[in-house]
């Protein structure tokens, strides 16, 4: 069986754009399971001869922010338990906020291998912005564009050193 690399973090980071990039247009199955993993979904990718399942997480909205952080914690948390290695997705251009300490909390309890993304870095003159994330207490922070496709070799650089 493939190891299973799971990307986390609260809504509107960009984990799913991160997620069909890193996917491209092998996205095979959409889970159709009533509940809480009606959203997941897995894909195969690969990198430098390396084969794993890719699952992205969360993708509801709520009105209640309580309700988004209850969500966001049972989707991690499930997710987290299958992954051998967890892809955490934050958003660069807001910095770190408390539900981003929340998941992290979490993420270091799991002791697994956390790769931290930092999205939404677009531009070159907005990588300084990764420095606010050491505070998550992770290995070095990656800037990302999930959108441009830039930082996301990195990215995959990192999680298959941990497979
Ligand atoms: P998710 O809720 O974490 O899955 O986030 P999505 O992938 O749905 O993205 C949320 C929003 O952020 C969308 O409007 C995306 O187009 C935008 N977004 C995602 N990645 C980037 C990025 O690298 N740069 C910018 N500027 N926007 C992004
Ligand atoms: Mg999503």
Redesign the pocket.
């Known amino acids: 069986t493939l190891p299973v690399v799971a990307i986390v ?11 069909n990039r890193i996917a491209g247009e092998r996205i095979a199955i959409v889970e159709d399971k009533p509940g809480i993993t009606r959203d997941r979904i897995y894909s195969k990718g690969d990198w430098s001869g390396r084969d794993f399942h890719l699952i ?1 997480t ?2 509801l909205e709520f009105d209640q922010k309580d309700e988004v952080i209850q969500h966001i914690r049972q989707q991690a948390e499930l997710a987290v338990e299958e992954a051998d290695v967890i892809l955490f ?1 934050v958003d660069g ?1 807001e910095g770190v906020t408390a539900t981003d300490q929340e998941v992290a909390r979490m993420l270091h309890r799991s002791n697994k291998p956390v790769i931290l993304a930092v ?4 531009h070159i003159k907005h990588h300084e912005e990764v420095y606010d994330f050491y505070q998550l207490g992770f290995d070095e922070p990656i800037a ?5 496709g830039t930082g996301t070799g990195d990215v995959l650089d990192a999680v298959v050193n941990h497979l």
């Open positions: 973090g609260r809504p509107n980071v960009g984990k799913s754009t991160l997620f992205d969360g993708g997705v251009r999205n939404k870095l677009d990302v564009s999930s959108i441009h």
